[in-house]
């Protein structure tokens, strides 16, 4: 039986994000195939994350890609693209923890082109006079992420219905984002 690589992956992003902990017996539990199977595919813990590594950033990528994250308002470029990151939210919010402790000196050249691309809005949206210019392009870009992770954890644990998940993110960080008339 040919084990499907993508299933794979998914189920260990959708236990790993509610048990970071868990062990590669209970990834491959939930992946319904073998320890075996799965070490077959992935040697080790390691190679399972970077795997998982790779496809975030083929989604994060894919996500400013759908959002056209250049294109018109910023303001409503950061509401595309928040509902674009929405099916991979899961993946993210653990990928943004695991990240924390693993990458260590040196960060994935994919990540960076990611973080340049949301600085980048965030940027022309300051440019544009939409957004305050007294928080960073990078600081903003944090808080997204941030509060990309929060919102998936909080739909995933039932605290917030996963409807709300876009229209949260983005009255937050956009209430805090968005350049206000001087009195």
Not at 100 to 111: K, T
Not at 164 to 179: V, Y
Request: charged content about 25%.
């Amino acid at each position: 039986m040919a084990v499907d690589r993508d299933h794979v992956l998914r189920a260990a992003a959708a236990l790993l994000t509610r048990k970071s902990t868990a062990t590669m017996d209970e990834v491959a539990k939930a992946a319904g195939i073998s320890r075996a199977t799965l070490h077959r595919h992935f040697a080790g813990r390691d190679a399972l994350v970077r795997a998982l590594e790779s496809l975030g950033i083929a989604e994060c990528e894919s996500a400013l890609d759908t959002a056209r994250a250049d294109e018109g308002p910023a303001a409503d470029a950061v509401r595309r693209l928040v509902r674009a990151f929405e099916p991979s939210a899961a993946l993210l919010a653990f990928l943004y923890t695991e990240n924390q402790l693993f990458e260590g000196e040196q960060q994935n050249a994919g990540w960076t082109r990611i973080d340049e691309r949301i600085s980048a809005l965030f940027r022309r949206g300051q440019e544009s006079g939409e957004f305050r210019i007294d928080l960073t392009p990078a600081w903003l870009t944090e808080a997204l992420y941030g509060l990309l992770a929060s919102g998936a954890w909080a739909v995933l644990e039932g605290r917030v219905a996963a409807k709300d998940f876009t229209f949260m993110i983005t009255e937050l960080l956009l209430g805090g984002a968005l350049r206000r008339e001087e009195s």
